[in-house]
């Protein structure tokens, strides 16, 4: 598996990507096409990264960052491929750079069905933050404390 930079063109397959892979939570698709708004990619944000498997983008994940607080913008694997370590190497990665950024925390609202991962990855839930796709709907907010930058 090689971790790289998006490239300019490949906005929409990364947007479907995560689509699918939010999927996988057992959405329906009046649900998900409700998400495609948040879950767009923007190839041309400053910290995303791409992971590809034999020439194909099979995951990513996006974070900003200010000051010593980073965001866990976006991290998706497709479904056939959870479970098999891409997550955890995808964390890690959004983890060294919100370091690399000076960040000493990295938080994020999270899907409920990802919160085990999440605190397996050692991140512990602080409260909960109103969906920004789904009114009414409230997500697990997530934090991990980083080393020091």
């Known amino acids: 598996m090689l971790l790289r930079p998006p490239r300019a063109d490949e906005g929409p397959a990364l947007t479907e990507l995560c689509l699918r892979s939010k999927a996988s939570h057992g959405y329906d698709e009046i649900f998900i096409e409700a998400c495609r708004a948040e879950l767009t990619v923007d190839p041309l944000q400053p910290h995303l990264v791409v992971a590809e498997l034999e020439g194909v983008p099979v995951g990513m994940a996006e974070i900003s960052a200010t000051g010593t607080e980073a965001e866990l913008k976006k991290l998706f694997v497709e479904q056939h ?17 919100a370091m690399k950024c000076g960040a000493r925390v990295l ?8 919160v085990a991962f999440y605190e397996k990855m050692g991140a512990v839930i602080v409260g909960r933050s109103p969906s920004g796709s789904i009114p009414g709907r409230f997500l697990p907010r997530l934090q991990l404390q980083l080393g020091t930058a």
């Open 107 to 114: 938080a994020f609202d999270a899907d409920p069905g990802a």
């Open 81 to 97: 491929l959870q479970g098999k370590g891409l997550g955890r190497t995808l964390f890690e990665w959004a983890k060294a750079e």
